[in-house]
């Protein structure tokens, strides 16, 4: 029998499991996505929020383990409205491209920074944010681009334009849709160099295109609400 003592976590979703329990899918820094059965939680008076960072300990034989112990490690927020959506979103990524048992402790500490700001931000900031967690997702996973050198080992020139070539990076053309100032934005990775909405709206189908490939017939349902369509 398999017994976890610790473990850093984050509820990305949950559903009912016969009479009294639930089904709960956890994203952890240590052991990466792990479900856990949750006995007789429906009937506990204090239920397991998504988007807080918990301590977890479980145990059992096989894949579906069972949850014998958590507490919060967080400080208490509001996730609401559109600013909610996202975050489902994220958790909808999570479940289908991070395989079960895969860890990626990096991956898991930008999603707490993600959780942690998300609310804080107006529309264009938490856009940009989003874009930047799903190029940041991309390269924990190993499909990284390189956003410093084109196709020709060229510098990328913020004055220029750029077209993407799928699995191989970025080809200088005068009427590419990518600006070579986007591509230096990605690059800084930070809120402060926020694009304009034009930007915004290139980075979101560079990136789209990038994980279509991976969730091949897939779905995210969450991409049908709001404006993370």
């Known amino acids: 029998m398999r017994k976890i003592e610790t473990a850093s976590a984050v509820l990305i979703h949950r559903r009912a499991y016969r009479d009294s329990s639930l089904l709960l899918d956890f994203y952890t820094k240590e052991h990466g996505r792990v479900r856990l059965v949750g ?12 988007f807080q960072r918990l301590n977890i300990s479980f145990s059992g034989k096989g894949e579906l383990k069972t949850l014998t112990q958590w507490e919060i490690d967080d400080s208490p927020r509001e996730i609401k409205g559109g600013t909610l959506i996202l975050c489902i979103y994220i958790n909808e990524l999570i479940s289908v491209l991070v395989h079960d048992n895969d860890p990626h402790p990096e991956l898991f500490d930008i999603y707490i920074d993600f959780i942690n700001v998300i609310a804080s931000l107006n529309n264009n900031q938490q856009l940009w944010l989003l874009r930047l967690f799903e190029s940041n997702m991309l390269s924990e996973l190993g499909y990284g681009l390189d956003y410093r050198i084109d196709l ?7 004055n220029k334009n750029y077209e993407y070539r799928q699995h191989l990076g970025f080809d200088e053309k005068v009427d590419g849709k990518i600006s070579g100032k986007l591509l230096g934005s990605l690059v800084s990775s930070d809120l402060e160099s926020l694009p304009d909405e034009g930007m915004l709206k290139v980075c979101r189908n560079l990136n789209r295109e990038r994980l279509n490939l991976l969730l091949g017939n897939k779905k995210i349902r969450s991409r049908e609400l709001f404006f993370v369509s």
């Open 39 to 50: 006995r007789g939680i429906r009937k506990s008076k204090t239920s397991i929020q998504m």
């Open 152 to 158: 020709n080992g060229n510098e990328i020139d913020e």
